[in-house]
């Protein structure tokens, strides 16, 4: 009977505390985001207006997640859900719509913030021609979008806040601009044969891709195989084949395959970048922003020494 009755006192308080949505933060939007880059965004966009809980944490893949007890309960409240697409959530079958289908969570509320962005295609393995490369943020230029897409969905939840949105979305296209520039100036300052970027995972296919860089990589990406043998023998082919000022590791990825593709080539391992995530608060690069900055400036102090 005691165990009965304090249940249902906890359940009460529980209530009280928790209705849902805005009531209980200030009028606040309620903003969901699966991974930080795009939490960091709509933070910056959303400024006092929303209050974003994110899903994949730092040092947790974005591609495959399991989500935890109070993710569903976030995902079944927001006012707005914001993700990637591109499949790096993996897609219509992957973790992502798994939950929001979980909770009957309105598709009218759910956003994808590359809309509009051109997909690109893993490429290498037979039968996988097909796949999607979910990496287009590493690209300013697909930051761009992915901000405007934030902007026009912020200003369709909360219309009332328009003026505050725009002004907010404006300040950051400035500044994303102006990456896209350093990112030009940057390149354009490194000897045309070594414009080679070698990573671990192709994350950085869309960046290449803009700017002219030639990529290298060991594995098409982190939900395959991961450094077998066989991919690892190919890139060290790759890195005799060209010349290649250094090479890279991602902040989230296991560095041995490429240890060994260093020690089998004599090229250094000369930079990290960040690929999935942002860096940790006080870290370099814990910002979208400051990921974007601290990427061009490893990649032209490695290849343009
Ligand atoms: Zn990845």
Same mark, same amino acid.
């Given at each position: 009977m005691i165990v009965v009755f304090l249940g249902t006192i906890f359940i009460l308080a529980a209530c009280g505390t928790n209705s849902?949505?805005?009531?209980?933060?200030? @009028?606040?939007?309620?903003?969901?985001?699966?991974?930080t880059i795009l939490e960091d965004m709509v933070n910056e966009i959303g400024g006092d207006q929303v209050e974003v809980y994110n899903l994949v944490p730092i040092g947790t893949d974005p591609h495959e997640y399991e989500p935890l007890p109070e993710d569903i309960k976030k995902a079944s409240d927001a006012d707005a859900l914001f993700y990637n697409g591109l499949n790096l959530e993996g897609g219509k079958h992957g973790w992502f719509f798994k939950l929001t289908d979980s909770v009957e969570q309105d598709e009218n509320r759910i956003f994808k913030l590359t809309d509009g962005v051109e997909p690109m295609y893993l490429t290498g393995e037979k039968g996988k021609e097909e796949e999607i490369n979910p990496h287009a943020f590493a690209n300013p230029n697909v930051g761009i979008k992915m901000t405007e897409n934030a902007r026009d969905a912020l200003i369709k939840v909360d219309p009332e806040h328009k003026a505050e949105y725009e002004k907010n979305a404006d300040a950051y296209l400035d500044k994303l601009k102006e990456i896209d520039q350093e990112y030009q100036d940057k390149i354009a300052d490194i000897p045309e044969e070594d414009r080679v970027l070698v990573t671990s995972e192709r994350a950085f296919q869309?960046?290449?891709?803009?700017? @002219?860089?030639k990529e290298g990589y060991i594995w098409a990406i982190d939900t395959e195989e991961n450094g077998t043998p066989e991919q690892?023998? +190919?890139?060290?082919?790759f890195v005799k084949g060209n010349d290649v000022p250094g090479l890279f590791?991602?902040?989230?990825?296991d560095t041995r395959p490429m240890e060994t593709v260093s020690k089998e080539t004599g090229v250094e391992i000369a930079g990290t970048l960040? +690929?999935?995530?942002?860096?940790?608060?006080?870290?370099?690069g814990d910002t979208y922003l400051s990921y974007l900055e601290y990427n061009i400036n490893e990649i032209h102090d490695v290849l343009a020494k």
């Open positions: 849902s949505g805005k009531d209980n933060s200030d @009028g606040k939007i309620q903003v969901v985001t699966t991974f869309y960046l290449a891709d803009q700017y @002219g860089l690892i023998k +190919s890139l060290i082919h590791v991602e902040s989230n990825v960040y +690929s999935d995530e942002i860096g940790k608060p006080g870290e370099e």
